[in-house]
């Protein structure tokens, strides 16, 4: 077997409205159709035609942060677009470069505590 790439993340929030409008507007995701048979209110995101983000409202996130999860990475890009976005919504954020590997990083937390990695690739 080998792996070919993130099928999707599962994050179980107390903040649906707010963890769909982060993922939309700050990380660039669609939001997409999500199968009436679930049973509970939720959101799947899409990137690229496929839901990579899964989204399961609860009355409180998970207790524990993110538990044994230390963050979910993207390739992404416009860096200048997505800083600029978090800082206007005052949202902190690391910013790092490997200019061995010329990638600029952007490490934030979403409204949930789960910590992304976004990697811009310079061309």
């Known amino acids: 077997m080998t792996v070919k790439l993130l099928d999707h993340v599962n994050i179980h929030t107390a903040d649906l409205a707010g963890t769909v409008d982060f993922y939309v507007d700050v990380i660039g ?36 942060g993110t538990g044994p999860i230390d963050h979910v990475a993207f390739e992404t890009e416009g860096y200048e677009r997505v800083a600029s976005k978090l800082t206007e919504r005052g949202v902190a954020f690391q910013a790092k470069e490997l200019p061995d590997f010329r990638i600029r990083q952007i490490f934030v937390h979403d409204p949930n505590g789960v910590k992304l990695e976004l990697n811009f690739r310079e061309s």
């Open 29 to 64: 995701l669609e939001q997409g159709e999500r199968p009436t048979t679930i049973g509970r209110p939720g959101a799947w995101l899409y990137c690229g035609g496929r839901p990579l983000i899964h989204l399961n409202e609860n009355e409180q996130s998970r207790p524990g």
